[in-house]
T-cell receptor, first 114, second 113 residues
Framework: DSGVTQTPKHLITATGQRVTLRCSPR?????VYWYQQSLDQGLQFLIQ???????AKGNILERFSAQQFPDLHSELNLSSLELGDSALYFC?????????????FGPGTRLTVL | AQKITQTQPGMFVQEKEAVTLDCTYD???????LFWYKQPSSGEMIFLIY??????QNATEGRYSLNFQKARKSANLVISASQLGDSAMYFC??????????FGSGTRLQVQP
């Protein structure tokens, strides 16, 4: 158990809908990262938050957004869902914003868009 | 930008033998970190081992060791005494400065009894 929690574990929805994925980092970790794992794109970095502030952006679509709350949990919002958004979404946390600390991953949320 | 290449889509190894999973990287950063993660069929990503670019000694964590050859830009993972529970996808990743992890395409390892 990495100490990072993600809910829900599975999510099935229809095209055009909006969903919210939730992540709680390890105790004491200030940085939260979101990654998407799909069959065609592999593991891709989406966005990073550090202590409530957006820190870095990766290949995140404009239909997707995220935030980190004062209690450090984070939410990833996916809207106008398309079939291609079906993927495993991971949240990871680390103590710092930069440096080379290992990132600890949550169990992931498997999103299926029908 | 960083790029990770894992050229072995799949590998087989006999139980109790050692196996090397290849990873080469390309980066313009002077300072960077290299990581290996394991993803079992259950889906979670498990951190295995880390190597810093300025570390002179190869990293080791139990049965895992990282064979770091900076001049060749390679960071191969060596698993000694393979166990059936080692069957999984293995991902090499790099991180430079403030950036997030960049992952390779992974290698599926199957340990045979």
């Amino acid at each position: 158990d990495s100490g990072v929690t993600q809910t829900p574990k599975h999510l099935i929805t229809a095209t055009g809908q909006r969903v919210t994925l939730r992540c709680s980092p390890r105790s004491g970790d200030l940085s939260v990262y979101w990654y998407q794992q799909s069959l065609d794109q592999g593991l891709q970095f989406l966005i990073q938050y550090y202590n409530g502030e957006e820190r870095a952006k990766g290949n995140i679509l404009e239909r997707f957004s995220a935030q980190q709350f004062p209690d450090l949990h984070s939410e990833l919002n996916l809207s106008s869902l398309e079939l291609g958004d079906s993927a495993l979404y991971f949240c990871a946390s680390s103590p710092l914003a930069g440096g080379y600390n290992e990132q600890f991953f949550g169990p992931g949320t498997r999103l299926t868009v029908l | 930008a960083q790029k990770i290449t894992q050229t072995q889509p799949g590998m087989f190894v006999q139980e109790k033998e050692a196996v090397t999973l290849d990873c080469t990287y390309d980066t313009s950063d002077q300072s960077y970190g290299l990581f290996w993660y394991k993803q079992p069929s259950s889906g979670e990503m498990i951190f295995l081992i880390y190597q810093g670019s300025y570390d002179e000694q190869n990293a080791t964590e139990g049965r895992y060791s990282l064979n770091f050859q900076k001049a060749r830009k390679s960071a191969n993972l060596v698993i000694s005494a393979s166990q059936l529970g080692d069957s999984a996808m293995y991902f090499c990743a790099s991180k430079g400065g403030r950036r997030a992890l960049t992952f390779g395409s992974g290698t599926r390892l199957q340990v045979q009894p």
